[in-house]
């Protein structure tokens, strides 16, 4: 057996344990933060929401990072204005996507995912996404129009929106899949400015291609300059789509 491959070995049996530890501290944190926000909700009801979408994102996301040993470099974040809503677009690579994105807003910004309606069936990692964010299911157009409704609530709110375009993890090879139109839309519909974020040097701490893999390591989070919507209409979505994947391209090949 070559050096190389040993080596590898090595590496992969590492990177197994250290995931086997971060998802201890992840089970506990999403356990601890779904009793909070079930107790909240029990006693408060709706006027919970706002307490619990900032105990989630600004601690108990927080937490998860820092005792995964993941450090996040910020860029961009004077675009947020409080009180506004915007419709943040990401590239989506990996697992803890939402756990880092969720740190990276200023305080006073707080934010709702667009998330798959399978999340909900979670044990309770469900009752969180029941509670803080928009279940659509992707296969059903009624879901999909509910969906859209919903989201622009949370934009009229003054809250924002964070949708990854392409719909999935993306475990290929290539930057970027393909873009799917529906964070394009609500932005325009709603005229609401879009903040692209790109998540740069995630595939190094979780990469999707492996069931049980995670590290330690750096991570940036660029956000660019507004992109203003007054004015457009559908048959603008197609070049707002292209000016968004060339943002996230150029960050994703330096």
């Known amino acids: 057996m070559s050096y190389f491959c040993v080596m590898n070995k090595i590496i992969r049996g590492l990177r197994f344990i250290w995931a086997l530890y971060t998802f201890i501290i992840l ?6 933060t779904a009793l909070f926000i079930w107790t909240t909700v029990l ?41 506004e809503g915007n419709v943040i677009i990401g590239n989506h690579n990996s697992n803890y996507d939402i756990f880092i994105n969720s740190t990276t807003l200023p305080l006073h910004s707080v934010f709702c995912f667009l998330s798959k309606s399978e999340l909900a069936k979670v044990p309770a990692f469900g009752i969180i996404a029941r ?11 009624t879901s999909r129009v509910k969906s859209l409704g919903k989201m ?9 929106v964070w949708i990854f375009p392409e719909g999935t993890r993306n475990k290929t090879d290539e930057p970027l899949l ?7 839309q609500l932005a325009v519909q ?11 040097g995630i595939r190094h701490i979780n990469n999707p291609n ?3 893999d ?34 996230m391209l150029a960050r994703l090949a330096k």
Do not use: W
């Not at 089970?27 to 601890?32: G, K, N, Q, S």
């Not at 393909?178 to 394009?184: I, L, N, P, R, S």
């Not at 005229?191 to 998540?199: A, F, G, H, M």
């Open 27 to 32: 089970a506990i944190v999403v356990l601890t």
């Open 43 to 83: 006693l408060f009801g709706k006027k919970a929401y706002n307490l619990n979408l900032y105990y989630s994102q600004k601690i108990g996301c927080k937490l998860i990072c820092v005792f995964s040993f993941i450090f996040i470099t910020v860029h961009g974040r004077k675009y947020f204005k409080r009180g």
């Open 131 to 141: 509670n803080l964010t928009v279940l659509v299911d992707r296969r059903s157009m």
């Open 152 to 160: 622009k609530e949370v934009l009229n709110s003054g809250k924002s």
């Open 178 to 184: 393909e873009f799917q139109d529906g964070a394009f």
């Open 190 to 200: 709603m005229k609401s400015p879009i903040i692209v974020n790109t998540l740069v």
């Open 210 to 212: 492996y069931t049980v």
């Open 214 to 247: 995670m590290s330690p390591g750096l991570v940036h989070s660029y956000f660019e300059a507004p992109i203003s919507t007054e004015g457009m209409t559908s048959t603008d979505i197609p070049a707002l789509k292209e000016q968004v994947r060339n943002l």
